[in-house]
């Protein structure tokens, strides 16, 4: 791009804007009331921090004065956006309840702090009688959000829709390093109370403007931290924000179906208790404003058309006043699909409500920086008919100006249409309590005689967390079902074949199902039907949908991730079953029954197990390797025997965990190992931790303690065995080569510490430099830790990791070049129930994959040995005498014995060596040393449970666990990911067990003869 190139695509910007600017004050429904004084300070130092007069609007480029109300100026030192200054959290809030002391139309909400403590607030801004109203606003928002109180009677919800005003919430920050959103909400906050233009006075005068300044506080800090390292060390290079939350990063904005966060309770929870209409979320991402709720396809398919509708009728209203405003680069369309309904703004959209959301344009802090986009940024394309510059001078102000015009554009219209909205709220509420008798399904049924009543329970409570009611069966119940068709089979079928997917259905023939009392039903006929559908029913992505380029995961079916019986059921008559409510959370039952010292818990691999456990630590724990009967039960494999334990202890914690022990005088007799509670470190590197978060905060919910440590503690540390029995190692800490090397080592140190400049960082990790790598001391120390004894658990690119260092003889990765399993629900099968991995779990298990690595396996280290034969192919003849399956016969000598054939082998199967391939084969594993398959996908047919999968006949019957021993320890392999945004419950327990059986993985283990 040359210089005169972009001055001129710049004047011409300019003078646009020029033309635009005196248009303005023809332009309907913004004009000032010129009475108001303005601050004349304040709205010099707008324009001083604008770049160009065209990164601003009427609507923001000036300040209103007030005589007893402080500007943002107060608590910041300067205005809101102003170059180099970020207001901690903390400053946030003292600003928004100083706002709440000097006027009566601010008030502020504490609404529950964050994993670190810190606190989250809620700003709600309206005129003073409204606030006083807002308790009765409520009980009448609470009918048109429960249609069911007024018996779906359209006019009396037409009567209260004109009583009530509506809720618009927005919420800021979740991602920390989108730094603008607090001081953009700081000074709206003072816009909204303080104005006296008619537009902003209509909006305080008739709805209520709720804010959440900052979403991911932890983050915040910890990001304001960073930046004021930057500032004070302006030369050098400066950490990257290696933590947001306590847990993840990015991934905190893929929260809302899960909601293991605090932060998603949090904004659910007053969205859901505000009976919001609106919830607005803030990012930064993308030049200059995308309204990224109209978006792209496909759409979410349990989402209600009336609701997609609005979103283009608000976004485009957004794009319109903002193009004749003459700022460039507003737009609505985009690459961005709203298929997975995890995202934090998803909560309106699956609650009745309405979900928005921006990308402004950041810095990554309050540096004022010349930004130069990329072609496919800043060329023109239908939906951005006046797009972003090339290149230009771009402040934390203009990003302000951005984001107050779009939110002022939005409230002024979303407020003259207030009615219209409420009443689609209204609507959208009772489509939902309609469902059953619409669309279906009419319920969906948890049965009592699930084997995993811990994990469903679990579930049960993410639901009751979504604000959805939860029913109990007080009789068994009788449902017609449809029969399920068997699994799509035949040459032609391949995973994901669109063709074998879309084959037309037959008319299917029905049967009765009946469910035992104590059965579990989510009725489909309440407000929040739509979200209990949305996570309990299947997803399908097409591999050729016109969407190519996929933004998020495709599958998430919860009951099959946690590894549960999931019933939809469309016959309404589920809904006549004789039921109750159920009040307060939904718990298993647990406790002890009978009599005796000796206690026995049955292993369905519950994730309470491994809690239980951690809680008895001082009992002593033994695992059956059989299946057994005692106290008139059948109990599994894995089963825990329970000695050295008071009664009453035993009893609390298994009432506590609903986790149901038995007593019996003696124990059964039944080959055991013991259980100990294993000395468990995760190690993170310093290059990524937003993956490996998820799995802490799995073993912080399930109570396993742990040390969290860093590939440099790694390095330093050469008997690892001492401290540690288990070292996991989660997915996403960089490639192989980056987690030996680390960051290059050019220039200055880069420091994760608690220091008075930066208070927030270090804390559960901290270094004086976040560059080295694990190192090949570390990869040294970690082998022989293993070999030692140790275990070591990897998933994903940390299965990777340990394959390619060496550290599985047997095992090797084969490269995908097909393979499209996008954030996918996958079916695996089990392969060696014997083995203290599988403990607990039955025939299949469906997972979480991601472009999971697909493994091989052979008898050989460093590969070679053994030609495959798949079952049911016969050996190759070649032309000769007799039919197909006879042997040639050679003339003039006595027929040759023909030796018979290897038996053929399965793909996840090791193919045998020969004796010819035997002889001096120094890389020949003793069977001791060979990998065990655990899991293996299953067959191409069956193998997608939910999700886009392409070419899934690459991945299908690979092995997808593996325990590959290495001298007197194990490394055990994972080609899913078993910890996923807290949605894989199912699978935790693969891991879980490897834990508990650390020092007796090969229980079971059939060894092969040679
Ligand atoms: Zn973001």
Not at 687 to 700: P, V
Not at 750 to 760: A, D, R, Y
Request: with cysteine; hydrophobic share 35%.
């Amino acid at each position: 791009m040359n210089l005169k190139r972009i001055s001129s695509v710049l004047a011409a910007g300019i003078l646009f804007a020029t033309i635009a600017a005196v248009s303005v004050f023809g332009q309907d429904g913004y004009s000032r009331d010129t009475t108001q004084p303005i601050d004349q300070d304040y709205t010099k130092k707008i324009a001083e921090y604008t770049t160009e007069k065209f990164f601003n609007s009427p609507l923001t480029d000036y300040l209103p004065a007030s005589p007893n109300v402080p500007t943002p100026q107060t608590v910041i030192g300067d205005i809101a956006g102003a170059p180099g200054k970020l207001p901690y959290a903390e400053d946030v809030y003292k600003y928004m309840r100083m706002l709440e002391k000097a006027t009566p139309r601010v008030k502020v909400f504490s609404i529950g702090t964050t994993e670190e403590g810190r606190e989250m607030i809620a700003v709600a801004v309206a005129s003073e009688s409204l606030l006083a109203k807002l308790d009765e606003n409520r009980a009448r928002l609470a009918k048109l959000a429960d249609p069911r109180t007024i018996n779906l009677d359209d006019a009396e919800a037409d009567r209260l829709v004109e009583q009530s005003f509506p809720i618009y919430y927005i919420t800021g920050t979740i991602h920390s390093p989108e730094t603008g959103a607090p001081t953009a909400l700081m000074e709206l906050a003072y816009r909204l109370a303080v104005d006296d233009s008619p537009y902003i006075k209509s909006i305080r005068d008739n709805m209520v403007t709720l804010i959440t300044p900052v979403v991911e506080v932890d983050g915040r800090d910890r990001m304001v931290d960073v930046y004021k390292w930057h500032l004070a060390h302006p030369n050098e290079n400066y950490p990257n924000l290696i933590y947001w939350g306590h847990y993840v990063a990015h991934d905190n904005n893929r929260d809302a179906m899960a909601m293991s966060l605090k932060l998603t309770k949090n904004v659910l929870n007053t969205y859901v208790s505000w009976k919001a209409q609106v919830l607005h979320d803030l990012h930064e991402s993308v030049a200059y404003l995308y309204d990224n709720t109209v978006g792209d396809q496909p759409y979410n398919a349990w989402l209600d058309p009336i609701l997609t509708d609005e979103w283009q009728m608000i976004g485009w209203k957004n794009v319109s006043e903002m193009t004749k405003f003459g700022m460039p680069g507003v737009f609505t369309h985009g690459t961005f699909d709203t298929w997975s309904p995890g995202y934090l703004m998803f909560i309106a959209a699956t609650h009745n409500g309405i979900s928005r959301l921006y990308e402004t344009f950041g810095n990554g802090g309050a540096d004022t920086l010349t930004r130069t986009l990329s072609p496919d940024e800043y060329q023109r394309t239908w939906y951005k008919q006046n797009p972003p510059l090339p290149r230009a001078r771009w402040s934390q102000r203009n990003n302000n100006n951005y984001e107050q015009t779009a939110i002022l554009v939005s409230l002024d219209y979303f407020n003259k249409n207030q009615k219209l909205f409420l009443k689609n709220f209204y609507l959208k509420s009772k489509r939902s309590v309609e469902k059953p008798k619409n669309e279906g399904p009419a319920a969906y049924v948890f049965p009592a005689d699930d084997p995993r009543l811990g994990n469903q329970a679990a579930l049960l409570r993410i639901l009751q967390g979504q604000a959805c009611e939860v029913h109990r069966a007080t009789a068994p119940f009788t449902v017609t079902m449809k029969k399920k068709p068997a699994p799509r089979g035949g040459p032609a079928a391949r995973g994901g074949n669109p063709a074998a997917a879309a084959s037309p259905a037959r008319t299917p023939e029905t049967e009765q199902r009946t469910f035992p009392a104590g059965s579990y039903i989510v009725r489909m006929d309440q407000p929040y039907s739509r979200i209990a559908d949305a996570l309990l029913d299947y997803q399908y992505w097409s591999p050729r949908d016109p969407q190519q380029s996929v933004y998020d995961d495709t599958g998430w079916t919860f009951g099959e991730l946690g590894n549960l019986q999931v019933v939809r059921v469309t016959d309404v008559k589920v809904l006549d079953a004789a039921m109750e409510k159920v009040n307060g959370d939904v718990h298993s039952p647990g406790g002890v029954a009978g009599s005796g010292t000796v206690f026995i818990v049955n292993d369905n691999a519950d994730n309470d197990l491994v809690t239980l456990r951690y809680r008895l630590r001082r009992a002593s724990f033994e695992a059956a390797e059989e299946p057994f009967e005692a106290a008139g039960k059948k109990f599994n494999r894995g089963s825990f025997i329970i000695r050295n334990a008071l009664l009453d202890e035993v009893n609390k914690a298994t009432a506590e965990l609903g986790v149901p022990a038995f007593a019996v005088a003696a124990a059964p007799t039944v080959k055991t190992h013991p259980i100990k509670a294993a000395r468990v470190a995760i190690m993170h590197t310093w290059l990524s931790t937003q993956d490996e978060g998820w799995w802490r905060l799995a073993f912080d919910q399930a109570g396993i303690p742990y040390d969290y440590i860093s590939t440099q503690d790694v390095a330093r540390e050469t008997d690892l065995n001492k401290k540690y029995d288990v070292i996991v190692f989660g997915p996403g800490g960089g490639n192989n080569n980056a987690v030996i090397q680390g960051r290059p080592m050019y220039g200055n140190a880069l420091p994760w510490k608690k220091t008075e400049l930066t208070p927030n960082l270090g804390g559960f990790a901290a270094t004086d430099d976040m560059r080295p790598g694990l190192g090949w001391n570390g990869l040294m120390n970690l082998q022989n830790f293993v070999k030692n004894g140790g275990v070591f658990i990897g998933s994903d690119e940390s299965a990777d990791f340990a394959v390619s260092m060496g550290m599985t003889p047997g095992v090797s990765i084969q490269r995908p070049t097909r393979l499209r399993a996008i954030g996918d629900v996958l079916k695996t099968r089990m392969i060696d129930a014997a083995s203290p991995i599988a403990y607990g779990y039955g025939d299949t298990l469906s997972v979480y994959c991601f472009q999971g690595p697909i493994f091989n396996i052979s008898n050989v280290a460093g590969g070679g040995g053994g030609g495959r034969r798949t079952p049911g192919q016969a050996p190759p003849r070649t032309t000769g005498r007799g039919s197909a399956d006879d042997p040639d016969v050679v003339q003039g000598r006595p027929p040759a014995e023909v030796p018979e054939p290897s038996p053929a082998t399965e793909i996840w199967e090791a193919a045998p060596v020969n004796e010819e391939q035997r002889r001096n084969l120094v890389g020949l594993i003793p069977p001791a040393q060979r990998p065990r398959v655990v899991l293996r996908w299953g067959n191409a047919n069956e193998l997608l449970v939910s999700g886009l999968l392409d070419g899934g006949d690459e991945i299908a019957q690979h092995a997808a666990v593996i325990d590959s021993p290495l001298d007197r320890g194990h490394v055990v392999l994972f080609a899913m990911n078993p910890f996923w945004r807290g949605q894989t419950s199912g699978s935790y327990s693969l891991v879980f067990n490897t834990i508990l059986s650390f020092d007796n993985l090969n229980a079971g283990r059939k060894l092969d003869e040679k």
